[in-house]
């Protein structure tokens, strides 16, 4: 019996790997996007499943969000859509005259504006995939920061997303792995 939520149902078979993407399939309209959403987050999040507010990446603190985005940025690279707000950013700087003249400081400004640009967007596609995760009970989202009881979602706090424990068991399995056995004096290794 396949479930539609990992909650939903007490006598549905145990979640495995196969099963978790049967059920992203089931409950997202991007389940390759969640899926990959949730592997990162598997892949940053603590002992005890919580992932966030922050991530630490080369001496900064950066957003959850942010973080994802960033990391999910190389794939959409090639894209036709990608390349054509490349010329878009182009022509609007030169048109305002701010394209530096140099070539390479002007490849280094037009990426700088398209990695804003995606980033604004991407925080979008995030929180839809995180939503969808959510809405499965793959994941749980909350906040933390300033002003938790503020009227909208943004009030200076950050996300924090915390997998369940099945989905910690299937995606974190391999994340600690044994120490060789030791090798005894006298004992060879054979293989």
Known sequence: MLQT???????ARPLDMPGLVELLSQTSSR???????????????????????LVFE????????????????????SY???????????????????????????ECEIDAEV?????ASGKTNVSRAVSDLV????L??????YRVDHHNRGGQRQAVYTLSPIAR????????EAAPPRQHQGSLAFG
Not at 43 to 48: E, L, R, T, V
Not at 80 to 106: F, H, I, K, S
Not at 135 to 138: F, K, L, V, W
Not at 140 to 145: E, K, P, V
């Open 5 to 11: 939520r990992l909650t939903s149902d007490r006598n």
């Open 31 to 53: 389940p390759r996007y969640a899926y990959m959403i949730l592997d990162l987050i598997a892949k940053i999040a603590g002992p005890n499943g919580n992932a966030g507010p």
């Open 58 to 77: 080369g001496g900064r603190a950066i957003p959850i969000r942010e973080w994802l985005c960033d990391a999910l940025m190389p794939m959409g690279s």
């Open 80 to 106: 036709p859509r990608r390349m054509a707000l490349a010329n878009r950013v182009r022509q609007e700087m030169e048109e305002a005259g701010t394209l530096p003249q140099n070539p390479v400081d002007a």
């Open 115 to 119: 990695r804003r640009r995606v980033r």
């Open 135 to 138: 809405r499965a009970g793959i």
């Open 140 to 145: 749980s989202r909350h906040y933390q920061g």
């Open 169 to 176: 068991k299937l995606l974190q399995a391999g994340r600690f």
